[in-house]
Structure formats: C-alpha cells, structure tokens
T-cell receptor, first 111, second 114 residues
Framework: GDSVTQMEGPVTLSEEAFLTINCTYT??????LFWYVQYPGEGLQLLLK?????DKGSNKGFEATYRKETTSFHLEKGSVQVSDSAVYFC??????????FGKGTKLTVNP | DAGVIQSPRHEVTEMGQEVTLRCKPI?????LFWYRQTMMRGLELLIY????????DSGMPEDRFSAKMPNASFSTLKIQPSEPRDSAVYFC????????????FGEGSRLTVL
C-alpha cells in the first residue's frame, strides 16, 4: 500500500540555519504530496502541497519539489527562525480519499 | 470563522470506563476524519465520513471503538471499555472535498487511561 518515510528526528538547528527534512514515498499512480506542520499544543495545518511531478510547493519560506524519479518531496527552508519549531509531517494522497502521513520530524530552532 | 472544535481537550479516566470524544467540523465541510496520534505509531486514521456516512473504518482498532455522525455538525468517537493502551491524542479533521487533500484539524483531545 501507499506509504511515506521521513527522516527520523529530532532535528536541532540554530536560528538562520538551512533546513532540510527528507521525505520519500511509495505509491501506485501519481499521488499528491503534502507537508503539514504541528505547532506545540495544536492540530496539524497544511504548510504546502504539490499535485504533479516537478511541481514546487511553497509557503512561509518553506519549499518542496515533487521528484517523481526519486519518489521524494524534501522540505527545505533557507533560514529558520525560532518560531519554526514544530513537528513536520510529510503526507500523500493516492488513489483513495485518505491521506497517508509519515511519522513526523520534530524541529527545534535555538536562538 | 470557527475551526474544527473538539471536546474535551483533556480526559483522564480509569481503565474500564467509557470515553466519549466530540467533534464539530467546519460548517459546509463534507468530510470528517478521526485520527489517533501516539509516539510509537504516529498519526493513524481511524475512520472517516462523507456526508455523515462512514466510508472507511478499517483503522478502528477493535470493537471497543465506535464512531457516529448523526448530523453534519457533530461526530463522536466512543471507547468502551477503555484501556491504558488507548492513551493518545485523538484528532478530528474536516475537509470541504476529498480532492484537495487539505484537512483542517482540531486541537485534539488528549486521553489518558490509568
């Protein structure tokens, strides 16, 4: 079945550092791909998405490119802030109506 | 606009007791999802509804779990009897359609079963 694998955390960075969180997927067909973010004490919220190969999703300085050849959707940000501290989830939506989530990667940004 | 509203935010109960979690989706959203989040297993889909009808309950762990959606603005997830391994954060989410993949999550109900 469809699945998402994302890098184990936690990830700890200093403010203004470059961020990459790796995500790879397994799916039949051509899924849509998503990154969700969960701030402490809150529910998940959509950060960005891409619906077809080579699409780049972006929001709040975060970017991810849908790479079909490597089945990847890595999340990047050039300069992280303390306020970016959160748990980040990669997800896919394949042939069904369900979203399949990765296990999440906790990011802590220190001032 | 109000988001997805869940209650209670925190629940502590003893093993064997019945637990009822409640969710009010965003008005106009046709889909409602119940997820469970634990450190070990991450985020698991338990069940989802379309227009108040359960579509897929394959993620419901066992018969102790049941979910209902009597109308478009209310859903419940019930655990009876509860067990310590049910301790988790339970999220309700709603979406306008199934096509965009954009879910709107509530703040979750943290359940602790002693």
């Amino acid at each position: 079945g469809d699945s998402v694998t994302q890098m184990e955390g936690p990830v700890t960075l200093s403010e203004e550092a470059f961020l990459t969180i790796n995500c790879t997927y397994t799916a039949t067909g051509y899924p849509s791909l998503f990154w969700y973010v969960q701030y402490p004490g809150e529910g998940l919220q959509l950060l960005l998405k891409a619906t077809k190969a080579d699409d780049k999703g972006s929001n709040k300085g975060f970017e991810a490119t849908y790479r079909k050849e490597t089945t990847s959707f890595h999340l990047e940000k050039g300069s992280v802030q303390v306020s970016d501290s959160a748990v980040y989830f990669c997800a896919l939506q394949g042939g069904s109506e369900k979203l399949v989530f990765g296990k999440g990667t906790k990011l802590t940004v220190n001032p | 606009d109000a988001g997805v509203i869940q209650s209670p935010r925190h629940e502590v109960t003893e093993m064997g007791q019945e637990v009822t979690l409640r969710c009010k989706p965003i008005s106009g959203h046709d889909y409602l999802f119940w997820y469970r989040q634990t450190m070990m297993r991450g985020l698991e889909l338990l069940i989802y509804f379309n227009n108040n009808v359960p579509i897929d309950d394959s993620g419901m762990p066992e018969d102790r779990f049941s979910a209902k959606m009597p109308n478009a603005s209310f859903s419940t997830l019930k655990i009876q009897p509860s067990e310590p391994r049910d301790s988790a954060v339970y999220f309700c989410a709603s979406s306008l359609t199934s096509l965009t993949g954009e879910l709107f999550f509530g703040e979750g109900s943290r359940l602790t079963v002693l």
